[in-house]
């Protein structure tokens, strides 16, 4: 007697009929599985994990709760369209830094025109990065973006330090720090100085939107995905006004702050540093897709979606950047943040300041919605794939959400909102992003080489990705001229993960009561979460 589990294996996007069953030989139980449990599967990861596919591939498994093979009998709804796909990946790129602080960049380089080109240089750089990843995203079409590449490449250690950095420790501080400017804006429609507004109150608030988020994308999948589409363009409205503004000064005659042009540019390579630095990280939410393609309806769609997401993206950075330097002078751009309010109030009054206190609130929330959405979806492939515990695997039968994921982006929210002050940690942070985003492009070299017959619906020229590894190497080494006590303080944070890995994950060293603990959890928290 054989069981089926209908995984994806080898999958060919190009191909519209459905993949053929994975066999798998009698004697697994419901808790777990019995050694020849994997003798008909695929050639294994560079972990010894058998490469199986998943993330969004309708299935249907007879391991029970605490599977360890990668598939699963509840799988996430495919349900993403390209609308939706530009949406997400728009609206995880423009948080509230385009309203507020292009200052910082203005402020390194010295001057409007080196200020546009830089935003303009970030722009390509980063959809140099993002043609990268469409080769990587269209071979493997899952749910779980670098983590599955990395552990495709590499093995499962670096695929578990990118999921524990980049998504429990650098992903909770970004989420917290959008919920905490969202409570800023929302008190400054309503208060002329918004610390006026006690502490205690702010965070009630914050910690508020997020538990109400959070059920949000739980319960009503369909709805939020309408919701972020709303979000976005009304972010891509507010830009297009500030362009407008800005447009419209200039053809008044008004040309003085922009024709400074490149007069005193500085030319000091650590302002270049930071100044690239800060650029790139304001695009960096190109990367949130991959995260979740195994939900995406067609993987072939993705050049498709990337390629309106980036360019949107850059004409709206772009053209608002050059808008305030038109209204703005460089001591204005250089002195202060809020330059959407400033340039508003400027030419509209004090309903143009109080709009774009909403526009902001607005935006930042949107940006914390596709964070989490984009967070719980990466944890949700690290318990399917064996990175993480069973129970991040887990997905509720009903609303097909990985709700144990969810709850736990929501307490770990929770919790960076609760210390409150945490924007100084993540401003040295982005480094180690970067340094991943490289890792996954030297793995599809890597892949190239090892997987040579796996479909690649998308192969980009070898330009992308060596570019893509010089342009992380540069932004890793920067920070740690500027700021080497904080890069420090993030590479242990990042090898604090290594132990974790090899006893947690590899199980060396590791009592049996642990496995069985945790397989009862697993099964404890799918029973009480209505999820498998």
């Not at 970004?174 to 918004?194: E, H, Q, S």
Request: charged share 10%; proline share 5%.
């Amino acid at each position: 007697m054989t069981t089926k589990c209908e995984v994806i294996v080898n999958y060919d996007a190009e191909s519209s009929d459905p993949p053929p069953p994975y066999t798998a030989r009698e004697g697994q139980g419901s808790g777990g599985h019995s050694g020849d449990h994997f003798n008909d599967a695929p050639s294994p990861n560079k972990d010894g994990t058998p490469e199986l596919e998943m993330g969004g591939v309708a299935g249907v498994c007879t391991c029970g709760p605490t599977c360890r093979c990668g598939c699963a009998k509840v799988t996430m709804a495919k349900n993403i369209t390209v609308v939706h796909g530009v949406c997400i990946i728009v609206g995880t790129i423009i948080g509230a830094g385009i309203f507020v602080s292009p200052n910082s960049v203005s402020k390194r380089v010295g001057s409007p025109a080196m200020s546009i080109l830089i935003w303009l240089g970030g722009g390509i750089l980063s959809t140099i990065g993002a043609i990268t990843f469409l080769e990587l995203g269209t071979m493997l079409p899952q749910n779980g973006g670098q983590m599955v590449y990395l552990r495709k490449a590499f093995g499962g250690l670096l695929s578990f330090l990118s999921c524990y950095l980049l998504h429990v420790l650098l992903g909770g501080l970004r989420r917290a720090i959008g919920f905490l400017t969202f409570g800023k804006y929302f008190w400054a429609v309503f208060y002329d100085d918004p610390t006026d507004v006690p502490e205690w109150a702010n965070r009630l608030l914050c910690i508020g939107v997020c538990w109400t988020i959070m059920s949000l994308i739980t319960i009503y999948p369909d709805v939020t995905l309408k919701v972020i589409d709303a979000v976005t363009f009304f972010k891509m409205a507010s830009l297009a006004l500030i362009i407008i503004l800005g447009f419209v000064h200039l053809c008044q005659g008004h040309t003085a702050n922009i024709a400074v042009g490149f007069t005193n540019t500085s030319w000091k390579p650590q302002e270049w540093g930071e100044a690239w630095n800060s650029v790139l990280w304001a695009y960096n939410g190109w990367i949130s897709l991959s995260v979740m393609l195994g939900e995406v309806k067609d993987p072939r769609l993705l050049p498709r979606i990337v390629a309106i997401s980036m360019t949107i993206v850059m004409l709206l950075y772009v053209l608002a950047v050059t808008s305030y330097h038109i209204v703005l002078d460089m001591e204005t751009m250089t002195s202060g943040s809020a330059l959407a309010s400033k340039l508003a109030g400027k030419k509209i009054g004090s309903a143009g300041e109080v709009f774009y206190a909403v526009a902001v609130a607005v935006s930042t929330l949107g940006n914390a919605m596709c964070a989490s959405l984009a967070a719980s979806r990466f944890l949700q492939a690290g318990g399917r794939q064996g990175i993480l515990p069973g129970c991040f695997g887990l997905v509720n039968r009903r609303f097909k959400t990985p709700m144990f994921s969810l709850l736990f982006v929501m307490i770990a929210s929770t919790i960076f909102i609760s210390f409150g002050n945490v924007f100084g940690l993540i401003n040295t942070a982005s480094f180690t992003s970067f340094a991943f985003t490289s890792l996954c492009a030297v793995g599809l070299l890597i892949m190239r080489r090892k997987y040579p017959d796996l479909p690649r619906p998308v192969k980009v020229s070898l330009f992308y990705p060596v570019a893509t590894i010089i342009m992380g190497v540069y932004l890793f080494i920067i920070p740690w001229i500027t700021n080497w006590s904080m890069c420090l303080l993030w590479t242990g944070l990042t090898l604090a993960g290594v132990p974790v890995y090899f006893v947690c994950v590899k199980g060396l060293h590791r009592p049996n009561f642990f496995v069985s603990l945790s397989d009862s959890f697993t099964g404890f928290a799918g029973k009480i979460l209505n999820s498998e």
